[in-house]
């Protein structure tokens, strides 16, 4: 399966500042998608990261709130924008080839919003 | 619309005991059904899926129709199989995946 490196890690953001967080694949994928997961919840999918065009937004997900790139078969970014202590949450990558077994997950980008 | 329930926020059981974590799904057409497990402080990782029909780690899940479930089942519980397990749903290959709510599966010594 594919190996996803997320960055950062873990971050603390001053209210009303944006955040961008990366994720790489060691190869190249058919589909790339970002989701939340707030404490204690499950994970809510925020949107499909598409190759050379706008990503796909779930219902309550904004592209001016949650501003997504993929240049490439093998990485994308998620923009947290104008945070508030309600965006502080643990944001995910998920990738997934045609064909493969199932879908990869990174290791998450814990958020706290102060 | 899509949708996965796990009725059960947390299933506690003692080691050796039998162990069923519940899911059913709402979805018009052929779904594909995952498990997911997430262990203390790592990473979402795939437990099974029910195309492969196999079993992982004495966990087997069989995916039934009629009754629109997907149940995780394993006869004897270990304590290292103390976790959140999520069932999940997609379409088609690579489709999107849409999640449950989970299960805190607690196995006592």
């Known amino acids: 399966s594919a190996v996803i490196s997320q960055k950062p890690s873990r971050d603390i953001c001053q209210r009303g500042t944006s955040l961008t967080i990366q994720c790489q694949v060691d190869?190249?994928?058919?589909?790339m998608f970002w989701y939340r997961q707030q404490p204690g919840q499950s994970l809510t999918l925020i949107a499909t990261a598409n190759q050379g065009s706008e990503a796909t937004y779930e219902s309550g997900f904004v592209i001016d709130k949650f501003p997504i790139s993929r240049p490439n078969l093998t990485f994308s970014t998620l923009t947290v924008s104008n945070m508030s202590p309600e965006d502080s949450s643990i944001y995910l990558c998920s990738v997934a080839k045609t064909g493969s077994y199932g879908y990869t997950f990174g290791s998450g980008t814990r958020l706290t919003v102060v | 619309a899509q949708r996965v329930t796990q009725p059960e926020k947390l299933l506690s059981v003692f080691k050796g005991a039998p162990v069923e974590l519940k899911c059913n799904y709402s979805y018009s057409g052929s779904p594909e059904l995952f498990w997911y497990v997430q262990y203390s402080r790592q990473r979402l990782q795939l437990l099974l899926r029910h195309i492969s029909r196999e079993s992982i780690k004495g966990f087997t899940a069989d995916l039934n129709k009629g009754e629109t479930s997907f149940h995780l089942k394993k006869p004897f519980a270990q304590e290292e199989d103390s976790a959140m397990y999520y069932c999940a749903l997609s379409g088609r290959n690579t489709d999107k995946l849409i999640f449950g709510t989970g299960t805190r599966l607690q196995v006592f010594p």
């Open positions: 190869s190249q994928v058919t589909m």
